[in-house]
């Protein structure tokens, strides 16, 4: 799924692969250089060297190097996610590298010295130069407060509560995909909040961020897990439900204790949600109910085939070219 991603040098580590670019950690320059442009080089690399590439760079001097699709933007673009069910370490098979130097570095030498240890002869590359900027309070401005429903808000921690009484959860954009803008998440938010009984138990399979899973204890939920297959998921997921004071538990695939749940949401992508079809029915109380998203319009009626095996699904919803299935665990 795509996700809502900040500024290249906002954190110090990398972004997962399921946001348009990976980001290595930046220098301390960034931050001892607050009124001085920097010099942007883009370098159009395969997969086999980007990330070779971009470490090299770091290692020379570069202040950031940043990794994304060449194709962007484009009909060629390639599609890679980290999700349940798919390999983790993925690049994009035509990539640019992005490195950030300061304005008086020797940028050309760095590229050269860390192409002819990359082993790549004649490295064609474009530069730019790029003003420094308050990145703080410019991604910031990005993020408003966004409204579900009636009484379901996600707030960015910067911002005043719009609705003091309504159900507000605390959520910053991060590397985990989730903060409430992208309509899959929408969807799943909408559903707990008018389905979600008082004191079910819910697991958020694919749980990004740990969005479900928070608003689910903030709804309602007398228990909430979240998995997800990114360790940094998992973390990010246990600060954002200390930030909204909720007890939830989050696990790697692996570390999920054997048990049955009320309520499995599973927001992730059509491929792992084929492959995850028995599992997450096992997951499933009998009488207990499921609700599915990531999956576009036209995968409805497939997904529909799969998860009719065990569901009694109702008819799907949509959002903006992405659906929603739910049901009841026969």
Not at 14 to 20: A, M
Not at 37 to 47: G, L
Not at 248 to 260: C, I, K, T
């Amino acid at each position: 799924m795509p996700s809502e991603t900040v500024c290249p040098f906002s954190d110090g580590i990398s972004v997962t692969h399921s946001s348009p670019y990976t980001v290595r950690p930046y220098s301390e320059g960034l931050l001892r250089k607050p009124s001085m442009p920097y010099q942007q080089i883009t370098i159009n690399v395969n997969d086999a060297v980007a990330e070779r590439l971009a470490d090299t760079l770091m290692e020379h001097g570069a202040l950031s190097a940043a990794i994304e699709d060449a194709y962007a933007g484009t009909e060629n673009e390639q599609a890679i996610f980290g999700e349940p069910g798919m390999p983790t370490e993925q690049i994009w098979q035509q990539s640019k590298v992005i490195a950030l130097f300061g304005e008086h570095d020797e940028a050309a030498a760095i590229i050269q010295t860390a192409a002819q240890e990359c082993g790549l002869k004649d490295l064609a590359y474009t530069g730019e130069t790029l003003e420094d900027q308050d990145w703080v309070r410019l991604t910031q401005a990005q993020f408003d407060p966004i409204q579900i429903s009636e009484r379901l808000w996600i707030t960015p921690s910067w911002h005043e509560a719009p609705e003091g009484t309504a159900v507000n959860l605390r959520l910053d954009p991060g590397l985990a995909f989730g903060t409430g803008s992208h309509p899959t998440t929408r969807l799943c938010l909408k559903w707990l909040d008018t389905q979600l009984k008082n004191g079910e138990s819910v697991l958020d399979y694919g749980c990004g961020s740990g969005i479900l899973t928070i608003a689910a204890l903030k709804l309602g939920a007398g228990s909430a897990v979240g998995v997800d297959i990114d360790e940094q998921a998992i973390r990010a997921s246990k600060d954002n439900a200390e930030q909204n004071n909720v007890d939830a538990q989050f696990f790697l695939p692996d570390g999920l204790p054997q048990g049955q749940f009320d309520v499995v949401v599973a927001n992730i992508l059509a491929n792992p949600l084929r492959m995850l079809g028995e599992m997450l029915a096992a997951r499933t109380k009998q009488g207990g109910r499921i609700v599915l998203s990531g999956l576009l319009d036209e995968q409805i009626e497939e997904l529909s085939g799969i998860y009719s095996q065990w569901f009694d699904l109702d008819p799907a919803e949509t959002e903006e070219g992405w659906a929603r299935l739910s049901g009841i665990k026969r």
